[in-house]
């Protein structure tokens, strides 16, 4: 169980384009998901929270125009990075948190990751 | 500042042997510590969680221990495999405030023949 997928699992897009990541958790509600980015070598950072049916808090320095977050439902997500430059190309992990009250520890479950090329 | 500091940043060892992965935190107020694998190119696995009343937790070959009191951590793989070759991040969550993550930079262990 847990399980948390993303897709398209990398991307290739020419700058200027907007890309759409979805991120689904697939056995479970969540009530919040979370969207991070990961450059080479360093750890994941937060963008943003997300709530089902509410606007998302954004991270200070992440630009809420570029990166656009819909959260419609209790078991889907997306991410789209808006007018997408090269200095966006990285990897975007997603994860996803259970409702509140099914896991003691509030445990979030991680995506397996979108890979953005931004030519 | 809630911070996490992992070490080594990296480490090679032979298939078979066992090590060990340090983590210091500053993480108030503290939640619970999680251990997470991954894998180059795809999304972090969690390992072991533990609260505040847990010492130590396994997970198989890995065996996670927590002294509440030094806030430090460490996890412990035993007989490596080359499937073992990852990075491992040590993540911290504080109460409240959406139980936001604090992650540690992580160390990149490779599991050589």
């Known amino acids: 169980g847990a399980v948390v997928s993303q897709h398209p699992s990398r991307v290739i897009c020419k700058s200027g384009t907007s890309v759409k990541i979805e991120c689904r958790s697939l056995?479970?509600?969540?009530?919040?998901m979370f969207w991070y980015r990961q450059f080479p070598k360093q750890s994941l950072m937060l963008m943003a929270t997300?709530?089902?049916?509410?606007?998302?808090?954004?991270e200070q320095g992440v630009e809420k125009d570029k990166f656009l977050i819909n959260h419609a439902s209790l078991t889907l997500s997306t991410l789209t990075v808006t007018s997408a430059h090269p200095e966006d190309s990285s990897f975007y992990i997603c994860?996803?948190?259970?409702?509140?009250?099914?896991?003691?520890?509030?445990?979030?479950?991680f995506g397996p990751g979108t890979r953005l090329t931004v030519l | 500042k809630n911070q996490v500091e992992q070490s080594p940043q990296s480490l090679i060892i032979l298939e078979g042997k066992n090590c060990t992965l340090q983590c210091n935190y500053t993480v108030s107020p503290f939640s619970n510590l999680r251990w997470y694998k991954q894998d180059t190119g795809r999304g972090p696995v969690s390992l072991t969680i533990?609260?505040?009343?847990?010492n130590t937790k396994s997970n198989g070959r890995y065996t996670a221990t927590l002294d509440a009191d030094t806030k430090q951590s460490s996890l412990h793989i035993t007989a490596s495999q080359l499937s073992d070759s990852a990075s491992y991040i040590c993540v911290v969550s504080a109460k409240g405030g959406g139980n936001k993550l604090t992650f540690g930079t992580g160390t990149q262990l490779k599991v050589e023949l």
């Open positions: 533990m609260t505040f009343s847990e």
């Open positions: 994860s996803a948190r259970v409702l509140a009250g099914l896991s003691s520890y509030n445990e979030q479950f």
């Open positions: 056995d479970f509600q969540a009530t919040t």
């Open positions: 997300s709530n089902e049916g509410s606007k998302a808090t954004y």
